[in-house]
């Protein structure tokens, strides 16, 4: 699989932008001259200059500078609130599928409860109990996001289960938990790749929804969707303020699309036959 996914250019060019804005975000302090939230009122507005290499927004403060800060709550937090509820609802959801029985109907029954309520309404909904902020939002990814991971995981581990040698090596005794390391996790690790890259993209989106609409990072916290938000009063006389956050999100949402429908292709060759497929019925039918 990892062989085939390095033949793609375009998932090697996901990779490394992935990694680009990873990097930038940690070294944030060392590759900006400028702090994020350095106010310069009698520089605001200014144009691309060497000084301020996409110019200033209405308070003097360089748009660099604060698109590359804004990487950490954009991305990075969402980033381990991503790794955290992957990792609740894998644990769920191995022990669901493998263990089965009653503790497969209880820990379903509570995924039931939690998918019942849309996600954004729960978001919301905590956002409006404990408060706007950075913290918040990523609590109220973990608590809407557990459930959907722990069932998509837990039908990965129910197929895997009833496989020739995982009944072999219940036979001769080995552990479960030696079982599930060695025999089921390396075979679902592909599966949890590809729900987590392709539930990046939405919750990127969703961070930044958020704080557009003034209900997610507080200022003066620099947050793609904040800086949206700010540039939006000033889009008719400085559009330019929109592009930066904008085309940040854009490339990012558009890497993390790129590799996980490169990972699924990895996993399942079929669906590149199937698109190949396609297009050859369409060249026909247009010709």
């Not at 680009?20 to 009698?42: E, F």
């Not at 996409?54 to 709550?73: E, F, N, Q, S, V």
């Not at 918040?136 to 996001?145: P, S």
């Amino acid at each position: 699989m990892i062989k085939r996914l390095l033949k793609d250019k375009a998932v090697i060019v996901a990779l490394l932008i992935i990694t680009l804005y990873i990097l930038l975000g940690i070294c944030a302090p060392i590759v900006t001259p400028y702090a994020p939230t350095t106010v310069d009122v009698a520089n605001k507005f200014a144009g691309m200059s060497l000084q301020h290499l996409l110019g200033t927004d209405h308070l003097g403060r360089d748009i660099l500078t604060r698109l590359i800060y804004a990487i950490r709550p954009s991305l990075l937090y969402v980033l381990i609130a991503l790794c955290a509820s992957v990792s609740i609802g894998a644990l769920l959801g191995f022990i669901s599928g493998y263990m089965k029985g009653y503790v497969d109907a209880v820990i379903m029954r509570l995924c039931d409860l939690m998918l019942a309520f849309p996600s954004y309404v729960v978001a919301l909904a905590l956002i409006a109990l404990l408060g706007a902020g950075a913290e918040n939002i990523m609590l109220a990814f973990i608590l809407t996001r557990w459930a959907w991971f722990c069932r998509v995981i837990r039908t990965s581990v129910m197929q895997y289960t009833t496989s020739d040698h995982v009944k072999f090596a219940k036979v001769i005794g080995m552990r479960d938990l030696s079982v599930v390391m060695k025999h089921i996790l390396p075979l679902t690790l592909a599966d949890i790749a590809i729900i987590a890259s392709s539930s990046m993209c939405s919750m990127i989106l969703q961070i930044s929804g958020f704080s557009f609409l003034g209900l997610g990072v507080k200022a003066p916290t620099a947050e793609w969707g904040m800086m949206l938000n700010e540039a939006r009063k000033v889009m008719f006389t400085h559009p330019e303020m929109m592009f930066a956050p904008g085309i940040a999100i854009i490339i990012i949402v558009m890497a993390f699309n790129f590799l996980s429908d490169a990972l699924q292709i990895a996993l399942d060759p079929r669906i590149e036959l199937k698109q190949r497929l396609n297009s050859v019925k369409k060249g026909v039918m247009t010709s």
